[in-house]
């Protein structure tokens, strides 16, 4: 799961870049602490299933297709 890992603490990270968002506003939008998100874009620990979801349908219901 690593590499899956890696690979979506850079999709949040470019996510946010291209949007312009916080950290807090991805909070806010996936439903997570901003904490968990902190955690994840530092891989400092391992997303669960249920994160990858609620991140990944964030970022893809604004339009993140680029």
Known sequence: MADKEN???HQI???ERKKEMTDNEV???SQLSVERVHD???ESTEPTI???GLLQRFM???GDND
């Open 13 to 15: 990270i470019e996510f």
């Open 27 to 29: 909070a806010l939008g």
């Open 7 to 9: 690979d979506l603490s």
């Open 40 to 42: 994840i874009k530092s």
């Open 50 to 52: 249920e994160e990858i």
């Open 60 to 62: 893809q219901s604004k």
